[in-house]
């Protein structure tokens, strides 16, 4: 068979593929993230946070938080400058950890954020070990995004706040044209110019797996599948007309 390409929607279900489109990014990603989410991706990322402060020190004083594809532990960086929490950060990708270990280091935080290699469809920790769960830009890169639901609601406690944060396409047609003409050309164009081109490879394949997740699993969809996976209150929040959204809910009890 042979190799599947950025452009295909497939793709975006291979860990290996995963791999070989993160590992060349993380010297800039960061910064990147920010410039080509047009300065979205820090507003998204706070809102996400929050819930998952208010969520993990409601049930623990002293909590600890799992970060799903914590990448360079942007997120986890933020809940421990949050809370007292101690954070657990795990990425399917080694280049990205590595860097997300010196950024944990810059902070001083080393005691308390821990960074660990491991699959979010799989996640090497006991049943109810966490008492908050986040994981940002996740489910699109899955074979099977209610099973992996349901192994992160496995290893989170009853009652436990779950938070991710994911691009969206923007419900509204006028939006979603903008939107549309943003990623596929602009996009990849700003990844060239900023990135190189790994940066363009990323441009080019983020908006039609965008668009190709959202055809497979619509948001109602995946509200329903958190609520299968066993999270009660679960609610959605889109952002920046549509281009992000943010969800959250509780692992409900036994």
Known sequence: MGRRNAGDPGATRSGHFTRELFAPLPRRYDQLAELLSMGQNGRWRTALVQQIVE?????????????????????????????????????ITEEMLLAGRRRVEDAGLAERIELVMGKAESLPFPDASFDALSFTYLLRYVEDPAATLEELARVVRPGATVASLEFLAPPNPFWRLWWW????????????????????????????????????????????AWHKAGFEGVEARAMSLGGGLVMWGRRRGP
């Open 55 to 91: 969520g993990s020190t409601a049930l623990s004083t002293d909590p600890v938080v799992l970060d799903v594809a914590t990448g360079t532990a942007g997120v986890a960086v933020e809940i421990a400058r949050r809370c007292q929490a101690k954070v657990v950060g795990i990425d």
């Open 181 to 224: 003409l943003y990623t596929r050309i602009l996009l990849p164009t700003g990844g060239l110019l900023t990135g190189g081109t790994p940066w363009a490879k990323v441009g080019r394949f983020l908006g039609p797996s965008i668009s190709e997740h959202y055809r497979r699993y619509p948001v109602a969809w995946t509200v329903e």
